[in-house]
């Protein structure tokens, strides 16, 4: 598998197009939105610069890696001589389950469709295409070129076949894929949401501050970041999305969203991509500032 389209460039996109890039494969990376592309390649430029700076990759790395991708703004002509596909557009059901139907009529009948998302419904992207026993799972962690788990999600219908393939294409490339089966959260999210939404619920009672609770986690629990810096990177609004698909999937309270993270999502502080969130990345996000709100 050579050439892979990439659909969505926004914090994953990037990071997986970067990933394929720098692993030799020829990246279509596609997205609806021209800025998104164009921020895209700024961003894979400066990250291979902070990988040059720290001697982890030679200085025609970059170059080669750069000239391994190719953007478009249509799936029609991205996607159309792809080999392996990885969507990584919105978490919304509604523009996923489109994509898929799509990719399935634009892509080889052979071709692989496999999506990064955190907790919609593998089996149900699959069931909007001809090829269900090719759809499934591989869901990066942010951010992709750093950490080393992919979480390979085998919906109801994917092939052992397929499932063995994309296992083993992940080892290849250097990650440590885990098989979960298709349940809302699959495992990562399951685990991590409801202390990401509980750390928020604490917020909102006024157990602690943006500040403690952070840093009891860190200093306590040994996490590298709290769970409230962790929603602002992982993006305040992709939180909220995986609480209701696991609320609604699982239809069970305890995952319903805490109604400031409603708030903030609605008011646009999705994190990091907006500059505010729980903390203010407006210089930058080495040492936020806490968000004016919570001071
Ligand atoms: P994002 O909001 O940063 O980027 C989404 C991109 O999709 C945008 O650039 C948007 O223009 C584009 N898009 C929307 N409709 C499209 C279409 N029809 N065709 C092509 N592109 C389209 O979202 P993010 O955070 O990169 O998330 C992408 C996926 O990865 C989601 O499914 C999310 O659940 C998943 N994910 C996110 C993680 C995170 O830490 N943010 C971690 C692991 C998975």
Excluded: W
């Amino acid at each position: 598998m050579n050439r892979v389209s990439v659909i969505g460039a926004g914090t994953m996109g990037n990071g997986i197009a970067q990933f394929f890039a720098q692993t030799g494969h020829q990246v279509s990376l596609v997205d609806v939105s021209q800025d998104a592309l164009d921020n895209a390649l700024k961003t894979i430029e400066k990250n291979l610069d902070r990988m040059i700076k720290k001697e982890k990759i030679a200085e025609d790395d970059k170059s080669k890696t750069l000239s391994n991708i190719s953007t478009d703004t249509s799936v029609e002509s991205g996607a159309k001589n792809a080999e392996f596909v990885v969507e990584a557009a919105v978490e919304d059901s509604n523009f996923k389950l489109d994509i898929f139907r799509d990719l399935d009529k634009t892509c080889a009948d052979e071709v692989i469709l496999a999506s990064n998302t955190s907790s919609i419904s593998i089996t149900q992207i699959g069931s909007v295409t001809n090829r269900p026993d090719k759809v499934i799972g591989m869901h990066f962690m942010n951010p992709v070129p750093v950490m080393q788990l992919v979480e390979v999600i085998r919906g109801y219908a994917t092939s052992d076949e397929v499932t063995n393939q994309v296992m083993t294409l992940a080892k290849e490339l250097g990650k440590t894929p885990v098989e979960v089966n298709d349940y809302p959260g699959f495992a990562a999210n399951r685990i991590l949401m409801p202390m990401i939404n509980e750390a928020i619920e604490s917020l909102y009672h006024g157990v602690a501050g943006v500040e403690e609770i952070d840093t009891v986690m860190k200093l306590g629990m040994a996490h590298p970041m709290g769970p409230l810096q962790f929603a602002d990177f992982i993006g305040v609004d992709v939180c909220l999305s995986i609480l209701n698909v696991m609320q609604n999937g699982l239809g069970n309270p305890k995952y319903a969203p805490c109604p400031l993270l409603v708030n903030m999502v609605t008011a646009g502080h999705r994190g990091v991509k907006t500059g505010q969130g729980f903390y203010d990345y407006s210089e930058g996000t080495k040492n936020p500032k806490i968000a004016k709100q919570f001071r």
